[in-house]
Every structure is written in C-alpha cells, then in structure tokens.
C-alpha cells in the first residue's frame, strides 16, 4: 500500500482513522514521513472548494520542491475538520503529486488531527472564518484556538487566510476576534478584504464563483495576493 493510497482514507471516522494508519505503516515496513519545511498542507472552506482554492493549489505547486496536499470543504467552520462532518454543497481535493484535483458534489471533512499526523507538514495555510460570522465572540475564539494551537503543536509553521470581502456579510466584528486569537494562537494571519470587493449587483452575495464572468477572475486576484502575503510573512 502506497502513502498516497492511504491518504484516500482521511475521511474515515477518528478512531478508524488511527488504527488504518497504525497498521499500515507496521506491517508496510516503512515510517510515515517526516516533517519537511517544504511539505504544504493548505485547507479551507467553500471557497478553497472553488476557484480561489484551485489556483491558490496551483500558484504553491510552482514553489521549488513544495509538496502541496489540499482540501475544501464548502460550509466547513474549523469544528468540521474535529468531527469529520460532510459537507453537502461541494469538496475538492487534490494530494500530493497528483496531476488533478478531485471534485465532489458532497464528502465527509476530512480530520485535521489525521491529516497532521499523516502528512507531518512544514507549513499549513487555513482558509478559514467565513462560516463563524454569525456565531458569537466565545465560539470564534474557540474554534480558532483549538484549529490554530493543533497546528502549532504538530511542528508547522502555520497561516491563516480571513475571509473575502462580503456583500452579504459585514465581516467586521468577525475579524475582530478571528484575527487576534489565531495570531495569539500561533498563526500568521493575511486579511483578505484588500485584496477582495464583492460587485454590488449579481452573484449570491457571498462566493466569487457565483458572479457571472468576472468572478473567476476576482478569485484568481485573491488567490495571487494572498501567496504573495504569505511568501512574506513565512
């Protein structure tokens, strides 16, 4: 059984999870693999599910010698990646070494504990928030530090990408808590919002790939400004 044919079984319930993995690497004969600086995990929510998840994926693959494994869960909030919940509104994936991403209509999240232990990244990059806006202060703060210090305690250097700009939302008040508490938690923090502006007519509101057109093309503008953010702050 190969690593990468392993990693097909992220999506298993915990316990599962660590018993596959356990047996696997015992009876394959070989170690999981050790912590490399160049070996990217990068995860997030709908929006990594879409065009600026994809190009972000392909923009890090023309890093030298990155190892890039990516997941988007579209409506995932960081307690999804605790409990393996599915997300029923789109899932792409696309692991180490692959030619293509893999898109799905619905999947379970896969764990992040897992991913962590099983990929043993150098750097992890979340894009995460957009799903805690209308939660209060208490549970933002606590999904960022529980996602943040999971990171941080693995050995990876960590960066979290906010939220887009929002016609629907005024992600204000959101920022105000989600920013500091994964700083204090560890992690660099790039905000989005100069980078993004939501059109006042079309699209939902909320998902750059829901504006007819342009959408695409102002996921793209984002994906690029946030590496470049990321390139400085790491």
Known sequence: MTYLSRLADLKKPARIQRLFLASAFLFSGISAPAAKADRILFIGDSHAAGTFGRVLDERLRTIADAEVTSFGSCGSSPAWWFKGTSTPCGYFERLSGQREGKYKKTSPTPLLPTLLETLKPGVVIIEQGANL???????????????????????ARCAWIGPPHSRKYDRTNLYETLEPEARRSGCAFIDSRPFTHYPATGGDGVHYDSIPVSGRMLATTWAESVLAEIKKQL
């Open 133 to 155: 806006v209308l939660e209060s202060a208490e549970v933002i703060t606590a999904q960022t530090r529980k996602m943040a210090e999971a990171v941080v305690k693995s050995g």
